[in-house]
C-alpha cells in the first residue's frame, strides 16, 4: 500500500483511528491516575581519591582505579549502610513497621534485615562518568520520606567508610602494641647480655684497648726486627773469634792493645839497644826483658778479654731476643684473645643494634596506626544533601501520553490497514484496474461538485452481468 493509499484509507476510516487514539490517551491518562505516585530525592558526594592520606603521607594505588568508584556504589548499597540508616532513622523502635513485619513474615528472620532489604530497594546510586562523585536517588511515597532516607543513607555511607578505616588501624594498633613488648624485652635483653660480657670481660664498646695493644705489638715487632739484626751480627762476631781472634775488629781497633804494642815495640828496641851496650846478663836488660815479657802476657791476654766480652755480649744479647720473642708471642696472643672478645662484643653489639631498629620501626608503626584509629576524617564529603522533591517521579504524565500518543497512533493505523484488509473497498481508479483486472469502462458523476465518498464496495453477485460470476460494482 503507498502513502496515498494509506491516506485514502486513513481518510475513509478516520473514525476508526480517532477511536482508536482516543482509547490509548484514555488509558494514558487513567494510569496516570491510577498508579501511585512516587517521589525520588537525590543526593551526592564526592571522594577524594588524588590528595594524599594525611597519616600515611601517600596516595592510595587503588583509588584512581576504575574499580574503585563501583566499589564505593556497593558499599553504598551494602546491608551495614542500610543498617545504619536505619538506626539513624529510629526505624529499629518503630513499632508499626515492626508490626507489618510480623503480618509479613509472620515473625521469622530478622526485622532489621528485612527492613534494610526493604529500604535498599528504593535506592540507586550510580557512579559519575570519569568523576569521583556518586548520586544517590531514593525513590518513596512521600517528598519527605524520600528525603530522609536519602540523607540517612549519606551520613550512614560517610561514617561506615570512617568505620572501615578506623577498625582495621584499631586492630593493627592491638597488634603492634602487643609487638612493641616483645620488641622492648628484646632490646632490653639484649642490653643487658652486652653489659653483662663488657662487665666479665673488663671491655668498653669501643676499639681504644685494642688500638693500644696493637701498637704495643707494632713496636715490639719493630725492636725484635732490630735486636734480631743486632744479635745476628754478635753471633757471627763470636764465630770469626773462634777462628782467629786477632783478626777481629774488636781486637785490631782495641786502644789498650794498640798502645801495649806501641811499648813493646819501645821496649824491645830499647832491649836490643842495652844488650848490645851491656850484655845479656846486665840487670837493666834483664829488667827490661821482664817488662816485655809482660807485656807481651798483656798483649796475649787483651785479645781473650775482648773475645769474652763479645761471648757475653752475644748471650746477652740471645738472651734478650728470646725474650723479646716471648714478649712479641705473649702480645699476640693478648691481641687474639681481645680480638675474639671484641668480635663476641660485637655479635652482642649487632644484636642490641637490631633489636633497636626492631623496636623504632614497630613504635613508628604502632604511632601511625593509633593515629589512624583516632582520625576522625575520611575521604568523603557530601556535595549535596536531598531536598523535598517537587514533583514525583512516578508516573510520569508527559512521558506516559507521549508514549500513548505514539502507540496509540501506531495502534490506530494497524487498527485501519487491519479493517481495510478484511473489508477491501476501491477507493480510486486504480483500484478498479488493480483489484479487478478489468478495463476501466467509466466513472460516477460528481453530485454537488464532489466525487462520491467512494463507499464502493468490491464483490460477486451470483448471476453476474454476464451471468458468468464476474466481479461487479454495488453501490452503497
Partial sequence: MSLTQLLIVLRARWISFVLVLTCA????VLANELLPKRYSATASVVLDVKSPDPIAGVVLPGANSSGYMATQADVFRSERVALRAIRLMGLDKDPNLQQIWREATLGVGDYNAWLAELLLAGLDVRPGRESNVLAVTYTAKSPKQAAAVANAFVTAYVSTTLDLRVEPAKQYSSFFDDRLKQSRDALEAAQSKLSAFQQQKGL???????????GRLTELTSQLV??????NESASREGQMGGNPAQMSEVLNNALISSLKGDLARQEARLEEMSAKFGDQHPQVLETKASIAQLRQKIDAEPRRVSGSV?????VNQQRLGQLRAS????RAKMMMLKGQRDEAAVLVRDVENAQRAYDAVSARMNQTSMESQTTQTNVSVLKNASLPLEPSSPRTKINLAIALVVGTLLAVGTVIVRET??????TEDDVIAYLKQPLLG???VHNGTRPNGRLRLGLSKGGMFGNGTPRLTAK
Wanted: hydrophobic share 50%; charged share 25%; no cysteine.
Fill in 422 to 427: 478484511l473489508d477491501q473497498r476501491l477507493r
Fill in 204 to 214: 668498653m664498646a669501643t676499639d681504644e684497648r685494642l688500638d693500644v695493644e696493637n
Fill in 226 to 231: 732490630a735486636l734480631q739484626a743486632v744479635a
Fill in 311 to 315: 761471648t757475653v755480649n752475644n748471650a
Fill in 25 to 28: 490517551g484514555a488509558l494514558a
Fill in 443 to 445: 466513472a460516477l458523476p
Fill in 328 to 331: 712479641v708471642e705473649e702480645q
